[in-house]
């Protein structure tokens, strides 16, 4: 099992930046790939990027290419994402997620089984 908890979410203006951080303990973090995820009310939760165990690889959707990074430090057992430029349409509830397994895994299934409980992004125009 792996627990997550994100924090450094907030309020902030378009254009702006936000560093989201993703905290895990259980299970050896550095055995899990890990990404983040957000939804906005009455729409589905949306992937926004992931990390491979070592940090070598790395994924986003594309509406947030050149603007967010995924980042990951397993000595502490965190994973963080770096948002700049801030648009409106990125308010959401972000969540961490990880899942055991190699990037492989992920670039053929996309499967996560641990989730936090999510931090909220606010973004005024």
């Known amino acids: 099992q792996v627990q997550l908890v994100e924090s450094g979410g907030g309020l902030v203006q378009a254009g702006g930046s936000l560093r989201l951080s993703c905290a895990a303990s259980?299970?050896?973090?550095?055995?899990?790939?890990a990404g983040w995820f957000r939804q906005v009310p009455g729409k589905e939760r949306e992937f926004v990027a992931a990390?491979?165990?070592?940090?070598?690889?790395?994924y986003y959707v594309d509406s947030v290419k050149d603007r967010f990074t995924i980042s990951r430090d397993n000595a502490k057992a965190t994973v963080f994402l770096q948002m700049n430029s801030l648009k409106p349409e990125d308010a959401a509830v972000y969540y961490c997620?990880?899942?055991?397994?190699?990037?492989?895994?992920?670039?053929?299934?996309?499967?996560?089984?641990?989730w936090g409980q999510g931090t909220q992004v606010t973004v005024s125009s």
């Open positions: 990390i491979s165990r070592g940090a070598a690889g790395t």
């Open positions: 997620a990880a899942a055991a397994g190699s990037w492989s895994s992920f670039l053929s299934a996309g499967k996560f089984d641990y």
């Open positions: 259980g299970r050896t973090f550095s055995d899990c790939y």
